[in-house]
C-alpha cells in the first residue's frame, strides 16, 4: 500500500489543522492506520491509530483531548484532527499502515507515507 499524507502548514499556537493520509490499494480497510511525528533533533513519536474498523483509537498522552484521528474506508483516507495545537506539535507527521490490530510502535508498520511539515508558531 502506498501512502500520501497532507494537511500541513504554519498555524499559530490555538490553532487547528487537519491531516489527511490517502492510501492506494483495495486492502486499506484491512490495516491498522497510525500517525506518528518526528520533531528537529528527536526521535519519531507515536501520535495515534485507529483499527481497521474504526471501533478503537489510541493516543499518546500529549495529545489526547486535542487531536482526533478518523478514518473513511470507503475514500482510503485516514486523518487526523488537532485542535488547540502547541508549539511542542511541531514536527513532520507520517501516516503509517500495520497491522489490524492496535499497535503504537513505529517498527510494527511497515508501510509509510512521505511526511508532511506543521509548524506551530508562539
Known amino acids: 500500500v502506498q501512502l500520501q499524507a497532507s494537511g500541513g502548514g504554519l498555524v499559530q499556537a490555538g490553532g487547528s489543522l487537519r491531516l489527511s493520509c490517502e492510501a492506494s490499494g483495495r486492502t486499506f480497510n484491512r490495516y491498522g492506520m497510525g500517525w506518528f511525528r518526528q520533531a528537529p533533533g528527536k526521535e519519531r513519536e507515536f501520535v495515534a491509530v485507529?483499527?481497521?474498523?474504526?471501533?478503537?483509537?489510541y493516543y499518546a498522552d500529549s495529545v489526547k483531548g486535542r487531536f482526533t484521528i478518523s478514518r473513511d474506508n470507503a475514500k482510503n483516507t485516514v486523518y487526523l484532527q488537532m485542535n488547540s495545537l502547541k508549539p511542542d506539535d511541531t514536527a513532520v507527521y507520517y501516516c503509517?499502515?500495520?497491522?489490524?490490530?492496535?499497535?503504537?510502535?513505529?517498527?510494527?508498520?511497515?508501510?509509510w507515507g512521505q511526511g508532511t511539515l506543521v509548524t506551530v508558531s508562539s
Open positions: 485507529i483499527s481497521s474498523s474504526s471501533s478503537t483509537t
Open positions: 503509517a499502515a500495520g497491522s489490524v490490530i492496535i499497535r503504537t510502535s513505529a517498527s510494527d508498520y511497515p508501510y
